[in-house]
């Protein structure tokens, strides 16, 4: 049987390696009871995966840590991932991982791509915290088995589970924003093969915050409705999982009526409608050997009407994926995993008053991959693959990787990885937040992106004073072949996003360390150096809204009957360049050439119940915020006037309050 879920986990969601479902506490406090000894132990929230791509696994238990309302607030204590807005007029977000941006980061949900062009600018919205059973945050290149995409890195969202102990979890949220959220989740056995549950999240912004005083909302004003149905059927030699998912979302921001004396008012309105259905189904052909054969895919439409002031951009998307696999284990250490996919994508783009017409966009991409693993007990892991697509606007390209684990003891553990990936880029339905600027926005003849990974990480579990220390140290360089480079510097009228000219590379060290101070107290350090650099008009420069490094630190306690819990997490984000400035009306510069290191302080208590939680923190409560996060905001309607230069948050201290509430079975 171990071999079966090796093979069909990956696509499945399945646990590997003798790892177990999450539930709401997730075994937060396991007690052995002996006589009279009571062993006392807490699992981690985060934990590395065993296989040889260097992945972490995010669990509930971490996800508790902080208020995780949804995906992009998850990585708060994680020292890899950062999460900025891309500006400061949408509320739109976007991960960076290995010093860039998410774009090159490969969005999946339960092994599957998706959350694709349109959606990406606000993806991170879209999952809400209390679906997620799980998220994996594999750095660098993945297999090829889950297709080019994923430059640096891939992150793969699991949501709870369908056949998982049945009941109904409510969860309720509100902040000092003015922001309100309901979640809920509930599963129901209809027998012992069919499960199916159901996940609703509701989300309303209702605020006019403007901390800063610029006349603009710091925040949008969001109103979201987000619902999915899941089914799941087995049996001893199929698993089937489909459901199918809509999200209702009104964005609104700009100017604060009261605020204007004359003229008009700079509006921003966006409304975002998205539905899509998935299914994934896999068949035991022969349990001695772990053969199986397992056919997935998903479909999606995603409609975004948006206006920018008098800038007015619609975007209708469909994308459908499909994927079979085939897998077996010729003996206990050679597996072989060979597989077909096609993936296509169509946007239809309509844009108005900025000086050039979208185009829509049509793309289909066939491809095939074979890749071999190797493994000699637990001591070395080697895992080849190999792939070939077709675009039907790029023609065929080869994407090769290799990864290798060797683990001489169970104190350490070395890894490698080399290999390539490739992107196709749908510049304006990823970056449309860059209308919100009075700049001009230009847009090249763009290519298909291409980037080498390289890679090499070690790990060490030391025995320390009866505890075990719990130290990483990271390496990863990237290095562009081709990037659509967005460029602020070249002309201060313009945003331009063109092929690159010259070089482009990332490299990003990380070095990382846990230790459990005594029972039930979690301390983790991290540091982590960027050194990114792009060509702009023909002169290498640094990654302009870059931080240079990043520190943080976190503390999290829980108290040995597991009622309250106690976490705090501080970060120090490093300064980094800016954009060339240029000169306003007013004869000012329109801003300092760097910005400055600034730090971020959030802490939570939890206090748990038998059948609900209660939990009150805070986020930024150092109350450090960017002063001018708009550019010109006396004239939005001037073309020296943006949004997008955000490096830093754009609101103090926020304090939030919620309630987790478990009803058990239906």
Known sequence: ???????????????????????????TMKLHHISDVTITARRAGTSRMSGAV?????????????????LGESFTTNPSVDVNYSDATTGAKQIKLLGLSGTYVQMMTENMPNFRGAALPYSLD??????????QVSKGLSSVRNGYEGITGQIDVEYLKPDA??????????NTLSRQEFNADANIHVNKKVSTELLVHQQKNFGHHDDNHDGFLDNPNVKQWNIQNRWKVKSDNNIFHAGIGIIKEEREGGQINHSMDLGRIYNIDMTNNRYEGYLKNAFILDKSHGTNIALMGNVSMHQSDALYGDKNYTVNQKNAFAQIMFETNFTPGHNLSVGLSLNHDYLSQRLTNVGFNAQNEKETTPGVYAQYTYSLSTKLVAMAGIRADHSSMFGTFITPRFHLRFAPNDVASFRLSAGKGYRTVHALAENNYLLASGRLLVIGDLGQESA??????????????????????????????????????????????????????????????????????????????????????????????????????????????????????????????????????????????????????????????????????????????????????ENPWSKTFDPTMVWGPSHGAVGYLGIRVNIGRL
């Not at 879209?126 to 998220?135: E, F, H, L, Q, V």
């Not at 503390?555 to 490093?574: C, E, I, R």
């Open 54 to 70: 260097n992945s972490l696994k995010i669990n509930r238990e971490e996800l508790f840590k902080a208020a995780c309302c949804n």
């Open 1 to 27: 049987m171990k071999y079966v879920f090796t093979g069909i986990a990956i696509m499945l969601g399945l646990p590997v390696f003798g790892s177990t479902n999450d539930s709401l506490q997730a075994d």
């Open 452 to 633: 080498w990974n390289y890679s090499a990480s070690s790990s060490f579990n030391i025995p320390l004073l009866g505890k075990n220390l719990k130290l990483n140290a990271e390496y990863y360089y990237t290095r562009f072949g081709n990037q659509a480079v967005i460029d602020y510097d070249s002309d201060p009228t313009q945003i331009r996003i063109e092929d690159l000219s010259g070089k482009s590379y990332s490299n990003t060290f990380q070095i990382d360390a846990s230790y459990p101070l005594f029972t039930g107290l979690e301390l983790t350090a991290a540091y982590r150096i960027n050194d990114v650099k792009t060509t702009y008009n023909n002169t290498l420069m640094e990654k302009p809204l870059t931080s240079k490094y990043k520190g943080l630190l976190t503390a999290s306690y829980k108290t040995p009957l597991g009622k309250w819990q106690f976490d705090a997490t501080l970060q120090l984000n490093g300064g980094g360049r800016m954009p060339k400035p240029y000169q306003l009306s007013n004869g000012n510069m329109s801003w300092e050439e760097r910005f400055h290191p600034y730090e971020q302080l959030s802490a939570q208590v939890t206090r748990w119940f038998r059948h609900f939680s209660v939990y009150i923190g805070g986020e930024n409560l150092t109350g450090f915020r960017q002063k001018q996060t708009i550019i010109d905001a």
């Open 126 to 135: 879209y999952i809400p915290g209390t679906w997620i059973n799980s998220i």
């Open 165 to 174: 102990d049945e009941g109904l979890t409510l969860n309720m949220y509100g």
